[in-house]
């Protein structure tokens, strides 16, 4: 394996990743392109595993309201049913006659008083469907106390509002190169006091068994005070880089990532956030060169950030 | 006592945790083992000592519904009196004739009033009714804002989602021994720039009267980038420790707890949080190893974290 | 002035405290007994110099509810005029006849509306009262929607529960003398990593003319890693104190304030908070002693906290 | 231009502002007055690039509450148009007669079915009705969860109530001369801990070409324990100062701004905030004093801040 030669002995291994450094977990990534990390939890109860709540926050909208529609047809069922098993003639005001009239009538009966529309023209009789009835205006409520606290939940969850270039790259710099990748910030709000750290995660052979090392790559800038514009972030591959004298190949051999975090306080959240996405060596561009993306607007006003050119470069020879 | 020949006078007592040194207030317990200090507080109000709004938010959820629901039972038979005594010719709609269906419909009308449900086939009539009803609908209202506040704080008040192994244990370490124990988050959260603090509280004789006294425990690795796995604390028994020289013996012998703390940044809750745990003399088992608790998984695209081995250790002689 | 010639001249001031040095702003304290600034807006639009919700969430509790109950019956009541002036001949179900019980039913058909019960047996006719019926519907849900956010606002505001002792006192210390006060949290909450900070702040006259001057003092101890029992802030009065050589008429005789800052960590809110109080002179004590204020249980099992006997003292001579 | 010789070559640039060195991205602003970054993003969906619930907090109150207006007409006049065409033959209880009449009746039971009214003396008879009755009733009240998070969104916001002078001065200090600039907290409100910088941003000539350059400037006091006054800022124009030897006309020549921001503890929210504000050459005058903005109240029992005074200087000569 030619990589294994040339991985720079001189770099400094760093210990305190949290991630393990017994390469027999290793999973094939350590953190994900989204930035989570690679691993599953067992041997646990399901539930205990998972924050319901926080999956009602983070799985996408349409799913969202699925879920919600879902929940209010079928709870309405199960209480149209209990109705229609009680029998509708405890409630006043169903004229129907067949089975599955009598059964379409409990159930907006059931939803106008979940929803404690209650518009009275079928109201409940008898002692057990107004006991019925109870319990559901009440667990109708709850419901809506609860999916009040999901839509702020999801309203106001802090994130990042950050994107990261697809590649990163190795670029010539101040004489030398340096890996270098981009981020920015997509959504109308202030970021400032931002920090990144570049931790590279591979799993090599050592002394014959396989292991995974980390090493924090040192940045030439770590924080800026506003992140306003595209930022990017250069580890200049000096002698004391874990990258020292690798080629393309050696790149393109090395089995593991570049994972990359972010912190930074959010205006809009007054919230510290953070992000993470990772590079696998697959994702790194040898010989490139990222491409401008702010410009000034034409009449001169506004500078002019293109999101879309975050992960534009050109190829150039190192 | 042979314990108190055996605490290692090299080591450097520690005067800030914010116990009390004073064995008068010793009570058998620093901390519980779910994290909280020993101490009751007396010679307060009841009403002013706990704070009813985190009571609500910390039960367990079937003691949270069985709140909700005898509130609502309870408010509503308060109600359903105050309408029956006011007598139920004032409501119109009721057909009732004895005297305990009455009640009861007074007791549903009030249930459609509370809830604002109101179908309205019961209707209040004179002055007196209408008012009480006004009150109530009003009372409704406002128990449902409560109520949704309730649920919002519950499901988002930041909490760690840390396990702590059930016993800390006396290691090989290096050529030595250390003290270790194990912890692990379980949930689906990225847990990121975690910190550790150890501190052993111990109960003794010295001068011939018995004092508390508290020792940091210095860890090999105080800080970690990412939990993502789990993480095993580890105290080097060197010199400068204050268990030092412990034999098995003197271990069981000593009164007092080993006391960790955890910091963590949850970027679920974009929020700080910490727990604590402590380890009675009792629970720490001399001469084990921890087994480890990661694998690959089966398609090896994910590293296993096996929460139920958190506490598995073998035996070893030291 | 006795003691213009006793402040000691080698204590350095300090210029960072925020509070101005310009005498001719001093108001007779610098910060109230419950820790706000001592200071009144003015010249800026009284909505604008207060934040009303931050004031409803800090008003005492029956205030808020009166608050609520007022605006309940005066929104209804404007509400039941307009009914009443558009007639209530437009309002089906009305059955009275005199015009006070034609505005009380007016009165109890808004509230129905505001309140969304709508029994029904009064409803909306022409277009008028139907137009005001919406209106008054969608005003009554924002206002539950206001409503639930400000019960939410008022139970997770996060506060430091940490009651200050009454008095400072001056007691002897290692031989010397220092300045003391305790504090203590006071509900079933657990405080980490507290930091203290105090600042004297005098009133004195220099050069011949009245100035501020203000001075930090230094503690014993500045930082606890838990707050679970009391705490007694220790200011030795060392040779670089600005107390030093002061006697007990010096001390009545200063015009100025003991100012305490505390910041602390809640995992109850998973927040920082902070809390400040203030000392006059009057209220430093001179030559006393605090008395303990925790002991053990009955039943040896947990450390008991004695709020009520925080600013407990006996005298002595220094 | 005079401008170039003059910029003080001993002041060190500052690399890590986030601002963007590359002069064509000099939009004549790098900070708005109210402290946004002059940034706008293209190349990115629109709905991507603003956050819609941010912005329902921000917009001006009459603008949020027109919003929700108009979107309760809206909603009501698209499900009336369902109903209606539907046929009001399947809503019993509407008599108009008229094409007009009927749809306004339509028009008032959607809105009773919306807000959950539900008066019933229109009701739903068909299963058509029933079933888009069903559906906007959940619609309403999921519209009334989403209305309450955002109300509670806007009132518990952490935002920074300090407001700044106009203009920054340059003024007499100690012997030389300092840029000066005040600002003010306004709200009832404790803020502690409070930490400013100034950064300035420059756009100039250099080597020929134009570009930015960002300088930060040192400041005579960076934090102040508790901002319950006016802070006047204060860079001192020292020899390492960029703004060294600079006239009025050379200050006016420059373009660029001068960037302040702020960062504070609000105990209010329990949260740190941050307030920036931007200052052009255009509004720093040359040679002025500001006039004290704090005064005794005539009961001398507290400090007057005079808000109104905050930009109040008078012209002096340097």
Same mark, same amino acid.
């Given at each position: 394996?030619?990589?294994?030669?040339?991985?720079?002995?001189?770099?400094?291994?760093?210990?305190?990743?949290?991630?393990?450094?017994?390469?027999?977990?290793?999973?094939?990534?350590?953190?994900?392109?989204?930035?989570?990390?690679?691993?599953?939890?067992?041997?646990?109860?399901?539930?205990?595993?998972?924050?319901?709540?926080?999956?009602?926050?983070?799985?996408?909208?349409?799913?969202?309201?699925?879920?919600?529609?879902?929940?209010? &047809?079928?709870?309405? #069922?199960?209480?149209?049913?209990?109705?229609? +098993?009680?029998?509708?003639?405890?409630?006043?005001?169903?004229?129907?006659?067949?089975?599955?009239?009598?059964?379409?009538?409990?159930?907006?009966?059931?939803?106008?008083?979940?929803?404690?529309?209650?518009?009275?023209?079928?109201?409940?009789?008898? #002692?057990?469907?107004?006991?019925?009835?109870?319990?559901?205006?009440?667990?109708?409520?709850?419901?809506?106390?609860?999916?009040?606290?999901?839509?702020?939940?999801?309203? $106001?969850?802090?994130?990042?509002?950050?994107?990261?270039?697809?590649?990163?790259?190795?670029?010539? &710099? %101040?004489?030398?190169?340096?890996?270098?990748?981009?981020?920015?910030?997509?959504?109308?709000?202030?970021?400032?006091?931002?920090?990144?750290?570049?931790? +590279?995660?591979?799993?090599?052979?050592?002394?014959?068994? +396989?292991?995974?090392?980390?090493?924090?790559?040192?940045?030439?800038?770590?924080?800026?005070?506003?992140?306003?514009?595209?930022?990017?972030?250069?580890?200049?591959?000096?002698?004391?880089?874990?990258?020292? %004298?690798?080629?393309?190949?050696?790149?393109?051999?090395?089995?593991?990532?570049?994972?990359?975090?972010?912190?930074?306080?959010?205006? +809009?959240?007054?919230?510290?956030?953070?992000?993470?996405?990772?590079?696998? #060596?697959?994702?790194?561009?040898?010989?490139?060169?990222?491409?401008?993306?702010?410009?000034?607007?034409?009449?001169?006003?506004?500078?002019?950030?293109?999101?879309?050119?975050?992960?534009?470069?050109?190829?150039? $020879?190192?």
């Amino acid at each position: 394996m030619a990589f294994r030669k040339k991985i720079n002995a001189k770099a400094k291994a760093d210990k305190n990743t949290g991630f393990g450094t017994n390469a027999s977990s290793y999973g094939g990534r350590f953190v994900t392109k989204s930035g989570n990390a690679n691993v599953r939890k067992t041997g646990i109860d399901f539930l205990d595993s998972i924050s319901w709540y926080h999956t009602m926050l983070t799985i996408p909208r349409w799913k969202f309201f699925f879920i919600i529609f879902a929940f209010y &047809f079928l709870v309405n #069922f199960a209480f149209a049913s209990i109705y229609y +098993m009680i029998g509708v003639e405890h409630l006043n005001g169903i004229n129907a006659v067949k089975a599955i009239d009598k059964f379409g009538q409990s159930f907006f009966f059931s939803i106008q008083t979940y929803t404690t529309v209650g518009y009275g023209h079928i109201s409940p009789t008898g #002692f057990l469907t107004s006991f019925v009835a109870s319990i559901e205006a009440l667990f109708g409520l709850l419901s809506f106390a609860i999916a009040t606290g999901l839509f702020y939940g999801r309203f $106001s969850k802090p994130k990042a509002h950050i994107i990261f270039s697809e590649n990163a790259i190795i670029a010539p &710099f %101040q004489g030398g190169t340096a890996l270098m990748l981009r981020l920015s910030p997509y959504k109308n709000t202030n970021l400032t006091d931002a920090e990144a750290r570049i931790t +590279m995660g591979i799993h090599l052979e050592e002394d014959g068994k +396989m292991v995974n090392k980390f090493y924090t790559l040192d940045l030439e800038l770590e924080k800026v005070s506003s992140l306003t514009l595209s930022w990017t972030l250069v580890h200049p591959i000096t002698e004391s880089s874990p990258l020292y %004298q690798m080629n393309e190949a050696d790149i393109k051999n090395t089995i593991g990532e570049i994972i990359v975090f972010i912190k930074v306080f959010d205006d +809009m959240y007054s919230s510290t956030v953070v992000k993470r996405s990772s590079y696998t #060596f697959d994702e790194v561009v040898y010989g490139a060169k990222f491409l401008p993306m702010f410009t000034r607007s034409q009449d001169n006003d506004k500078t002019l950030l293109h999101i879309d050119r975050l992960n534009l470069f050109e190829k150039v $020879s190192l």
